[in-house]
Structures are given as C-alpha cells and as structure tokens.
C-alpha cells in the first residue's frame, strides 16, 4: 500500500492521455478525491449534478463508473437528471431545504453532491452550500472544488482525464491499494 498523494501522481504519469498538466494541480486534487473517496467508502451515494452546458458529461460519468466490465462492486451514483424533481426549479433556500430534506430520508446513508460546471449555474446554488460536495467547478475559484476554465480548448479532454483518474482511485480504495490514513 502506498499513499494516495504518491499514487495520484504514478497514476498521472502512466495514464495514456497525456495528463502531465494534472502533475502540478494532483495537490489540489487529492484532498478533495480523498474526501469523495471516504464518502463512497461510507456508503453515501453520488448525486451527479451538472450545469446545462456538461449534462453530456453527467451520463457520461454515470455510464462509465459503473460497467459491468469493472470488477468491483457498483456504486450508489445516480444522476439528478434522472429524479423526478426539477432541480432548476429550486431556486430559493426554502425549495432547497425541501430537496435537501427529500434527499435525506431517501437515502439514510448520506448523499454527496458530485457537480461539474459552472459556479454561476442555477443548479451550483445547491451544491455550493452542501457540506462535502464534491465540486470541479468552472470559472470561479471557490475553497474545496477543483477549478477548471470552462473556455479551455481542451475542457472536454481534461475532464474524461479527471473521470479516469478518479475512477482508478475509486479502484485503489476499494481495493486497499493505498493508505486510508492520508486521505483528508
């Protein structure tokens, strides 16, 4: 077993995308995958929540976290898109305390917000406020998500990059291929 901050980075290196551009930013991202890690490792499940512009995405993470060709445990990760609630339609504290307390009694092991995009998206306002969401948030830099510009040309790689990363990482804790200790 070695530490995650170690692993995160042989990860980067031997990844045939070509992340190099993660090698300087793995400081940043390992306390927050460290805490998305402990949360799965809980039992919470993912709520995946995107700004309109990555719903692509959303699917996109939803479909290859859990494949049937990965030889772990599926993963309680649902995609907000899918409930029957319109998130957009939350837009003030009372709605999203009622949300929020749906969310609570239906899943009783906790839940983590998982949200890509932008901080100014109506569906961000939620998730902001939620203690331990997990946030790669774009165009505002905000403490514990990991910043991302949205006008990048290379956006859309980096983010199937990030989702494999933290898919392996999904696969290193699940699997005691590194220390709990030094996560978050």
Known sequence: MQKFLKWT????????????????????????????????????????????????????????????DKNRPFLPIINFNELSYNIDEANNKEKINVLEDMLSISFSNGYTFFYIGKSDSPRAKMVKHHEGSFLWMMDEQIQNSFYLNSSDELLDIKLIQLSRLFDKSIDAALFSEITMDDLG
């Open 9 to 68: 980075l042989e990860a980067i290196r031997e990844d045939e995308s070509l992340m190099s551009w993660m090698e300087e930013r793995r400081f940043e991202w390992v306390p927050l995958a460290s805490s998305a890690l402990k949360n799965i490792l809980c039992g919470h499940t993912f709520i995946i929540i995107t700004d309109k512009e990555r719903e692509w995405f959303g699917k996109y993470l939803l479909s290859s976290l859990n494949r049937f």
